[in-house]
């Protein structure tokens, strides 16, 4: 299994936003600004960043509009001051849904099953 990135950016409450201890296999980075963030972002790949809308402080704008260019296949989550349980429990259910996304796409490229006997169709082009 590989490891899952989180990058959370959150001011110097980021207390608030849990230890996020329940998530197997995840690592995450907290980082205390916008810029910082972004600096992140080209630096080290992440698979999810949480952007804690609380802070005035961070420019959130910003972040929505560069982060996606810098990561293209990362997801986005706002934190509006809903309990760190069900953030988390958003993230998982991220990890879950691209996890089966990947099995069922792995399905479709490998379909090895037999089909009912018969041999393909020749073809002579």
Do not use: C
């Amino acid at each position: 299994m590989t490891t899952k990135r989180i990058l959370i950016v959150s001011g110097i409450n980021h207390e608030r936003l849990g230890t996020w201890n329940q998530l197997k296999n995840t690592e995450t980075k907290i980082v205390h600004t916008d810029e910082n963030a972004i600096e992140m972002a080209q630096r080290q790949g992440f698979d999810v960043v949480v952007i804690d809308y609380n802070d005035i402080n961070i420019n959130h704008k910003k972040l929505s509009a560069v982060l996606p260019i810098l990561l293209p296949e990362v997801q986005l989550f706002s934190y509006k001051g809903e309990t760190p349980d069900d953030l988390e429990a958003r993230v998982n259910a991220y990890f879950i849904q691209k996890r089966n996304e990947r099995i069922k796409r792995w399905l479709v490229l490998n379909d090895s099953t037999p089909r009912s006997g018969q041999l393909p169709a020749f073809s002579a082009n």
